[in-house]
């Protein structure tokens, strides 16, 4: 199982950014989600995805954040607008679902390394 991240850096406030997660080794017929950890804090599950597109969201990201899935390539995505400082973290993708509630962190068997956030004022 492999799942690779991409798509971090730095940006200032208002601006958007696009995390791609590519993955490997386990069914495209799965939940997904989005993750963040930040300095200090626990990690928080930020947006989910079904294998038949349904999606969930964190209330601090809806309407700003969308999560999204290309079975073929096979990717996850989520892109980012309106960022915030508050946005800033380490964001992970995760499958493998394990059938708890999407958004929670031990829903997931499968992690990536993550890829870092950085917003700016």
């Known amino acids: 199982v492999q799942l690779v991240e991409s798509g971090g850096g730095s940006v200032q406030a208002g601006g958007s950014l696009r995390l791609s997660c590519e993955f490997s080794?386990?069914?495209?017929?799965?939940?997904m989600g989005w993750f963040r950890q930040a300095p200090g804090k626990e990690r928080e599950g930020v947006a989910s995805?079904?294998?038949?597109?349904?999606?969930i969201y964190a209330d601090s990201v809806k309407g700003r954040f969308t999560i999204s899935k290309d079975n073929a390539r096979p990717t996850l995505f989520l892109q980012m607008n309106r960022l915030k400082v508050e946005d800033t973290a380490m964001y992970y993708c995760a499958a493998g679902w394990r059938g708890f509630s999407r958004l929670s962190v031990g829903a997931y068997n499968y992690w990536g390394q993550g890829t870092q956030v950085t917003v700016s004022s």
């Open positions: 995805i079904t294998s038949g597109g349904s999606t």
């Open positions: 080794g386990f069914a495209a017929s799965t939940s």
